[in-house]
């Protein structure tokens, strides 16, 4: 079985603040990807990132960068000087093995930027 | 490219009516697509697994004679809830790959279907 824990369930910080997203992961598969998703108050679904287990490199795009980290199954999200229209619902999610099933998501963190 | 698209955005309905509601991917070939619910404030949860040409394959607890799937087509699945309740109101949205066991191959998701049952 696999899981997806987001232990953060809100966070409210001010603009420009940094901030943390966690996610912890459990699956027994040695290869498998993970992903976050952010989910604005709309309710699509928008792709942030992907990263197969293979790949520990640490990624950074523009303010936002992941810290994948096998050893402690996490893989983190932090939004540099974050912004109002960071605000919005962020999954983590997980996917292993052959890949015939759908993905696994967290609880999400509803991340409130306060202007 | 990886545009998928889900019709309709929104339905308000009465009890015991039947819905479809449409996920096609526009500029590939779906082999897999994927039925998530998602309740208010909630994760989403997988429904069901639909690959092109076979029966879809439920998730535990998940009514198959009730959530109605078709994959017909490499283009197009469909969920048709049947007979629907006011507990079966929520957030539906649906998700398209490429390939049916490649995990690698990202899942490009539809901007879901906001289901109320009155």
């Known amino acids: 079985a696999q899981k997806v824990t987001q232990a953060q369930t809100e966070i409210s910080v001010v603009e420009k603040e940094d901030v943390t997203l966690d996610c912890v992961y459990e699956t027994r598969d040695t290869t498998y990807y993970l992903f976050w998703y952010k989910q604005p108050p709309s309710g699509e679904l928008v792709f942030l990132i992907r990263?197969?287990?293979?790949?520990?490199q640490n990624e950074i795009s523009g303010r936002y960068s992941w810290n994948f980290q096998k050893s402690t199954s996490s893989f983190n999200f932090t939004i540099t000087a974050s912004q109002v229209v960071d605000s919005a619902v962020y999954f983590c999610?997980?996917?292993?093995?052959?890949?015939?099933?759908?993905?696994?998501f967290g609880k999400g963190t509803h991340l409130i930027i306060q202007p | 490219g990886a545009v998928v698209s889900q019709h309709p955005s929104r339905v308000i309905c009465k009890s015991g009516t039947s819905v479809k509601i449409e996920c096609r991917s526009l500029?590939?070939?779906?082999?897999?697509m994927f039925w998530y619910r998602q309740f208010p404030k909630q994760s989403l949860m997988l429904m069901a697994t639909?690959?092109?040409?076979?029966?879809?394959?439920?998730e535990q607890g998940v009514e198959k004679d009730k959530f109605l799937i078709n994959h017909a087509s490499l283009t197009l699945s469909t969920l048709t809830v049947t007979s629907a309740h006011p507990e079966d109101s929520s957030f539906y949205i649906c998700?398209?790959?490429?390939?049916?066991?490649?995990?690698?191959?990202?899942?490009?998701f539809g901007d879901g279907t906001r289901l109320s049952i009155l």
């Open positions: 998700s398209a790959r490429q390939g049916r066991f490649n995990s690698n191959q990202p899942q490009h």
């Open positions: 990263r197969n287990s293979f790949d520990e």
């Open positions: 999610a997980l996917i292993s093995g052959g890949g015939a099933d759908g993905l696994t």
């Open positions: 500029d590939f070939q779906a082999t897999t």
């Open positions: 639909s690959n092109e040409g076979s029966k879809a394959t439920y």
